[in-house]
Each structure stands twice: as C-alpha cells, then as structure tokens.
C-alpha cells in the first residue's frame, strides 16, 4: 500500500495542547509511550530526552513517523507491546461520531469516538495497566465533547485519579489534557 499523507491526522491545536503538556511531564529517563502518534510531532520531540516507543494503527501514520526516525509500531492502543512505561501519552479518537457519519478511511481511526466520543477512551482505561510502569503517568487529551466529568469517572472506577494539566478553548469545544495516575492496577 503506497503512503498516503491525507491518511495521517496532522498537527492541530490539541496536538500543540498535548505537547506542552508532555514537555513539562517528561522526566530524563522515562520510557515514554506515545499511543497513536500520528503524524510524530509529539513523539519526536521527546525522544533527545528519553527512550520513546509510538504506536499507530494506521499504517500511513506509522510510516509517516517512522520517516522522522521513530521507533513506531503498528498496535492497536498498546496490545503486543512489552514492558512498561513511566509517561504514556494518548490525543485518542475523542469526537461523538455516529454510524452515518463514519467515512471508511485510515484518517477515521484519529477522529471516530463512537456515539459519546469515549469508545476508545475506555478501552485503553482497560488496557493501560498493562504497560504503565508503578507510579506512572498519563497525559491524555480530551474534548469538552466528549465529557470531562464521564471521562474522569470512567478512570476512577478503574483505579486512577485524574486531575486538569492544561485547558484551552478552541472554536466551540474545550480542550483538557488530564494527568492520571494510579491508584491501584
């Protein structure tokens, strides 16, 4: 399949967000995890500072940061990855979608949420214990469309307390980066 850069989610404003973030979590020495890395940008920042690990399912993002000298791995969210890591960093698929607006392409696996906008958000609440390192960190970043409340719960009940690193608004939508961290895993 030839590479396709309409494919992969570009740099946007919660893009820039999540970056900031991640530069002031980042400790010298983490083994960070960037979960759906897209286009590199954040991943690629990092990496002069410690050991970073991006994954994709999208094969046009993964080569798109492999091109930046990434070390990215084809995953869905962290399935088939081992180890642990101290900074996990995820900008997931947080929009409210419905079936008739699905478009049946790569680029719909960065926007899709499912009908709250927090499909995936949940499945990687159920499968970040299995790679966060004890005392880890997640930076993720979610929209005011998809429910800060719901979102801070739907970790809670899993173990996790979350907290507001970084908030903007952006046209109609706020946009939160939540710190995390575990309680228990």
């Not at 979608?97 to 899709?112: G, V």
């Not at 790679?131 to 809670?156: D, N």
Request: proline content about 4%; some cysteine.
């Amino acid at each position: 399949m030839p590479y396709d850069p309409a494919q992969v989610y570009q740099s946007e404003a919660d893009t820039f967000l999540l970056l900031e973030a991640a530069k002031t979590e980042v400790k010298s020495g983490d083994r960070v995890l960037e979960i759906g890395t897209g286009s590199g940008r954040i991943a690629a920042a990092l990496v002069q500072d410690c050991d970073v690990v991006a994954t994709d399912i999208n094969p046009h993002a993964v080569f798109c940061a492999r091109e930046k000298g990434l070390d990215v791995v084809r995953s869905d969210l962290c399935s088939g990855l081992r180890g642990t890591f101290d900074l996990i960093i995820f900008n997931p698929p947080y929009l409210p979608t419905q079936p008739e607006e699905r478009i049946a392409d790569w680029l719909e696996y960065a926007l899709d949420g499912g009908a709250t906008g927090r499909a995936v958000v949940g499945r990687f609440a159920d499968a970040v214990c299995g790679v966060l390192a004890p005392e880890g960190r997640i930076l993720l970043l979610i929209s005011s469309l998809t429910g800060l409340a719901e979102v801070v719960e739907l970790f809670a009940s899993r173990g996790f307390t979350a907290e507001v690193a970084r908030q903007q608004t952006v046209e109609d939508e706020e946009l939160y980066v939540l710190r995390i961290v575990q309680k228990l895993c």
